[in-house]
């Protein structure tokens, strides 16, 4: 493979032995599948590499030992004369302090730029969890990385503590790690330093104050210097580690950054559309949004968990029981404020409800509430977006079906009838894992702040999984049910009998829940998410997630309950499942317990899904005839071809396969989901011959691409405390089905069992890695 090479980034470390360590020394051979390896002799090896013009190689293995591109590291600065005795006295004898803290936060500046903070009024530093930022110090002399001692702490809320998070201590560090707060000298020049910081992606978001701690290790006391601007800290939507993480650009822009849109309203015949000014980063609206947070009742240590935030602003936005944002009025009389049609943006309401120290607005309808609960959310970082629900059914009892009740003459009974139904109504979908529910009920989740009914004590509702109420499972929190009756419930008419006793009369399956609607992705045009919320109006999928909600309501005999409940359905693989690259294979077991024949449809979906839960999109939908007889136990092989999955997988390569089903002769409802990944090869390492402390010695990394297609940019990182300083290797394009095999060199530093580790990453393929125990002597 002419013109290939390989890059080698970093160093080897001899630690703490004396003497320099040879650079880190790599062979590459990559192998395409149906090449013979020819292994030549020791006498061979020797002699090539006394007179290498005489004896080449065969072309057919290719190897770059004689072309390995070193990309060495810059050389060490020259070493700084020390300055003499009277110098470092004097030095010691002046303690350090900082003079000034630039937060470096101008709105065109590298941290608001890199943070997508720039369209926030203000030169505040505003920035997001889970990335680094930089700061600038001042100092009253140059910074001593020998003798001085720094750190920085941010703190949040009336009472700053460690334990809960909200107050971090930053120490300064050689090198950045994920996930944890740290902070590193990048640049220094005179008595100027530049600290690049770090933020783990659950740390607490709000209203942070910086001080500047310094000290000498020669002496106990301590300057501290209190920055005159403060930090904020927001939700991440591009950091893959942060639960509200969203992996579409297309999508952030609008459901993050965009800050005008559309709400629909009317009837679902005549669909009508306002644009609404969200206003996120106009003056003003950051700074109510922290407000609304310090205003509630949650504790700032819960403001690092997106479902506590979400949960808390739901309530806040409404005025019903907490002193919130917006005063609800449906009477029609609005003498006394503004009427809830004349409002067309959030900023108004948001900043009136600043400067008035948080007297609530007036006045508000759904529309108005979920405009402003878009506009907080975007703001805090957490996508977000107005959903409009036409026939949007109003369950008072938790019964989870509409239901009308008539007298023996078959008249309305005003006082019994308090479900309603709205020609709309308009809510909140947001963005984000939920890890504290089951896998595969991440991604959209409803969010309704107009005060309908209470949730725990308070008018709030949600964050509600879209993918639980589509299915039915409405035990999973939070108000499930309510938003299930909204887009999914029968309308059930009763009858009073001459007893009192009321019998059900008549039904009907399609009145609620038409034409779910928000603005499109990069348009004003209207999308349709109805298929999001429910199954097709009237299909069997559909019909089994009304009745096995209805389970769970106040009314669990609305519908006709099974007849026997004696056939099972499972998902088995054989060993440790299905590997990268081949065709996925499953079994899926059906048993019939019972002494009489049995049969039904199984309705199968399997779907890619992020480590978080979230599910990415569905990649393939069937149906599949089920016939058993008395006692059968029948094993169904599903294969899913790699074809139909190569394109779409994301990190973890992870697939949710959903059964449901309906047994024709009882009515019993199947139902299951199972949880699979696609299995990624390992990295072979070998070490050869034994190792010893400050001898040179080498291990052999293996890897085989399992696809039938070409790996593009693959690069290896190798690493073992102890035995090499962490670098990568840049192989490139690896072609389906060939093998590199990567020889390292180093020397071993520290005795005892070492563990040498290496991973291989590329866009097509992740989470390929391996290790290898190698005991290290000393001679």
């Known amino acids: 493979m002419p013109g290939e090479r390989l890059a080698v980034r970093g160093t080897s470390e001899v630690g703490r032995f004396p003497g320099a360590a040879p650079p880190t020394r790599v062979e590459l051979t990559i192998q395409k599948d149906g090449e013979k390896k020819h292994d030549e002799g020791g ?25 390995v591109e070193f990309i060495k590291p810059p050389a060490p600065e020259p070493a700084k004369p020390k300055p003499e005795n009277g110098e470092a006295k004097e030095m010691e004898e002046i303690k350090l302090s900082v003079c000034s803290v630039d937060l470096l936060s101008s709105k065109t500046g590298q941290n608001r730029q890199e943070h997508h903070t720039d369209l926030f009024q203000g030169d505040e530093l505003i920035i997001r969890r889970g990335q680094t930022f930089q700061i600038e110090l001042e100092l009253n002399r140059p910074f001593s990385a020998d003798n001085d001692k720094l750190h920085l702490d941010l703190k949040t ?39 690049s910081v770090n933020s783990p992606a659950s740390a607490v978001i709000g209203l942070y104050g910086l001080v500047v701690t310094t000290s000498a290790p020669k002496s106990e006391a301590t300057t501290t210097h209190n920055s005159d601007k403060n930090i904020v800290m927001l939700f991440n939507p591009w950091c893959e580690e942060d639960a509200v993480f969203l992996d579409d650009e297309e999508e952030r822009k609008e459901y993050v950054l965009n800050d005008i849109g559309r709400i629909y309203y009317g009837t679902e015949k005549q669909i009508g559309a306002r644009t609404w000014n969200f206003g996120q980063f106009h003056e003003g609206v950051l700074e109510a949004c922290l407000f609304i947070l310090e205003k509630s009742d949650m504790p700032p240590s819960g403001r690092g968990d997106a479902v506590n935030v979400v949960r808390v602003t739901s309530a806040m936005i409404n005025a019903q029981d907490d002193f919130g944002v917006l005063v609800g009025n449906w009477s029609g009389n609005y003498s006394d404020g503004v009427s809830p049609s004349a409002w067309s943006s959030s900023v108004e309401i948001l900043r009136k409800y600043l400067s008035s120290n948080g007297t609530p607005v007036s006045y508000g309808q759904c529309w108005v509430f979920s405009g402003i609960t878009t506009t907080v959310l975007r703001c805090l970082g957490i996508p977000a977006r107005s959903v409009t629900n036409f026939q949007s059914a109003h369950d008072t009892d938790v019964s989870l079906t509409t239901d009308v009740y008539l007298d023996e003459n078959m008249e309305p009974i005003d006082y019994l009838n308090s479900d309603s139904v709205w020609n709309f109504h308009v809510w909140n979908d947001c963005w984000m894992a939920r890890s504290d529910l089951p896998p595969g009920h991440g991604g959209w989740q409803a969010v309704d702040s107009t005060p309908q009914e209470t949730s725990q004590g308070t008018f709030r509702c949600g964050p509600a999984s879209v993918n639980a109420i589509r299915s039915g499972q409405v035990y999973l929190k939070h108000d499930t049910p309510f938003v299930f009756a909204e887009v999914n419930s029968d309308k059930i008419y009763w009858q009073r009998n001459v007893d009192a006793i009321f019998s059900q009369i008549h039904s009907e399956k399609k009145a609620v829940g038409h034409c779910i609607s928000t603005k499109a992705v990069g348009s004003d045009d209207r999308a349709d998410i109805t298929h999001l919320y429910k199954h097709q109006e009237g299909s069997e999928e559909e019909r089994i997630a009304v009745e096995t909600a209805s ?11 099974a007849i026997a409940e004696d056939v099972c359905v499972e998902v088995k693989m054989e060993g440790e499942g299905p590997r990268m690259g081949a065709d996925a294979q499953l079994s899926i077991v059906v048993k019939n317990l019972s002494s009489q024949p049995r049969s039904t449809t199984l309705h199968i979906q399997v779907a890619v899904m992020y480590y978080t839960g979230v599910l990415k999109g569905t990649i393939r939908k069937e149906q599949m ?73 080498a291990a052999k990394i293996t890897f085989t691409n399992p696809l039938p297609r070409m790996l593009k940019g693959v690069v290896f990182r190798v690493e073992g405390l102890g035995l090499q300083k962490g670098h990568e290797v840049v192989v490139g394009d690896v072609g389906g089905h060939s093998t590199v095999t990567l020889t390292e060199h180093f020397v071993p530093t520290q005795p005892g069992r070492r563990k040498l580790v290496a991973s291989l990453d590329c866009k097509q393929l992740t989470q390929v890695h391996g290790v290898a125990d190698i005991d290290v002597l000393v001679q």
């Open 43 to 67: 006498c061979h090896r020797w002699f090539r590499k006394m007179c290498p013009c005489c004896c080449k190689r065969q072309n057919n293995t290719y190897d770059v030992t004689d072309k």
């Open 157 to 195: 809320g009336p009472l700053p503590m460690v334990s809960k998070g909200t107050h971090v201590i930053i120490p300064l560090v050689d090198h950045l790690e994920d996930e944890r707060w740290e902070a590193k000298i990048v640049e220094q020049n005179g008595n100027k330093i530049k600290l």
């Open 551 to 561: 389970r769970y309501g106040s009314k669990p005999d609305t519908y006709s309950t």
């Open 625 to 697: 005839p089920v016939e058993l007889l008395p006692n059968e136990e029948k094993a169904i092989d599903w294969l899913l071809p790699y074809q139909q999955y190569q394109n779409q997988l994301v990190d973890q390569a992870a697939l949710m396969l959903t059964l449901s089903g309906r047994v024709t002769e009882t009515q019993q409802v199947l139902a299951s989901q199972t949880t699979f990944r696609l299995r990624t090869p390992d990295l072979n390492i070998m070490p050869l011959g034994e190792a010893f402390v400050g001898k040179e010695m």
